[in-house]
């Protein structure tokens, strides 16, 4: 059952944009968009499965998951099926999350390096 906000107009927008957090929510599917986003042409299914390393039936899972959010979309050609991001701006949003990860790493640095800097502590101070 979607969640309703009373009075909103901007519910269905809500809606939607949790989906597709929810399709980004798995490291696999990180991956898979990831490969899309560099080949940056349908990509067949064979060809992700290398170089993701899963098993079939789960690629095949969450190729689904990341499809009926719309953030992918698949075309069948002979035997092959190809898919490609539904959207040029999933790229940007990979290049986000990835400075994001980068900045968070980046201060969880600083931070560690600030705490071996700290003088040391003798026993029973």
Known sequence: MPHRFPGSPEQPLYEIKANLFKALAHPARIRVLEILSANARATAVGEILADTE??????????????????????????????????????????????????????????????ERLPPLGRGE
């Open 54 to 115: 899963l098993e079939p039936t789960l690629l095949s899972q969450h190729l689904a998951v990341l499809k009926r959010h719309r953030v992918v979309t698949a075309q069948r050609v002979g035997n092959a099926v190809y898919y490609e991001l539904a959207h040029p701006m999933i790229s940007e949003l990979l290049v986000i999350a990835r400075t994001f990860l980068a900045d968070v790493l980046g201060a969880q640095r600083d931070q560690w390096e600030a705490l």
